[in-house]
């Protein structure tokens, strides 16, 4: 019978482990979702991307920031931190890499600025885990923030544009991070913000029990489809058939772009530093 393991009458239902990046590869694109989760060996990657060096700096900096003794939780400090764990990973040349540390200090400064040192988080780069019927849900929540008796989930962003209601509305990884808050916690959670910090904007929603059902329900629907094709390349069925590919624009900056014809086919290939934000990206 190998290692596989029989459900019996009675046996609780076997969860599907998801996170709510597993659960958006797939929904962008199944044949990423399989290179990065089914193929094994896991296929080379294309080279990294100037825009994650600069969200994985901005990130790693707050984290500190807030680990750092009280008195030392000042706008230069941020600056420091960001210094330390900055790279030339995916820029042009290292004027381009400078020219961006410089931008992103700033974002960094003004946005510590804002905050009050003394409003200790609940967590930081907090592990939250949840589930469903379906689904056993993990995920990792930028910031947990106390605000009267409710948890507020916090994600950061850097990216080209400020972000909008509608995208905190409509974030599945927003949602099930709540419900990883409420089940890990015990606590009322249902406010979710974006603070984007080349903006200084906040984006908020506060989650409703449908709402988040609403979202855990879609999340399920990913987790069937993906049993299918998991099911059906079992079945014999060629993994490329099985996990197509969505061709489009992402296809421009694809992790597995080396691997994926159609994807080469569809865009052209795209300079790692070409989704940084530029001084005509609308910022307000």
Known sequence: ?????????????????????????????????????????????????????????????????????????????????????????????????????????????????????????VGTERQVAATTQALAVSGRVDRIDQRGDELVVVDYKTGRVPSTEDEARGSPALALYVLGVQRTLRRPCRRVELHHLPSGTVAAFEHTERSLANHVRRAEDIAADIAVATGRVEDGVHPDEAFPTVPGRQCGWCDFRPSCPTGQAATPPRATWSSLPTDDDAVV
């Open 1 to 121: 019978m190998g290692g596989e393991q029989l459900e019996m009458p009675g046996m609780p239902r076997r969860l599907f482990p998801a996170t709510p990046s597993k659960l958006a590869t797939f929904a962008d694109c199944p044949r990423r979702y399989r290179h990065a989760y089914v193929d094994r060996p896991t296929p080379p990657k294309g080279p990294p991307w100037a825009h994650n060096t600069v969200g994985s700096a901005v990130h790693a900096a707050l984290r500190s920031w807030w680990e750092l003794p009280r008195d030392r939780r000042t706008p230069g400090s941020a600056r420091q931190l960001l210094y330390g764990v900055w790279s030339d990973t995916g820029f042009r040349d290292a004027e381009q890499s400078g020219q961006w540390r410089a931008r992103a200090a700033g974002w960094l400064t003004d946005y510590v600025a804002g905050l009050d040192p003394d409003d200790e988080p």
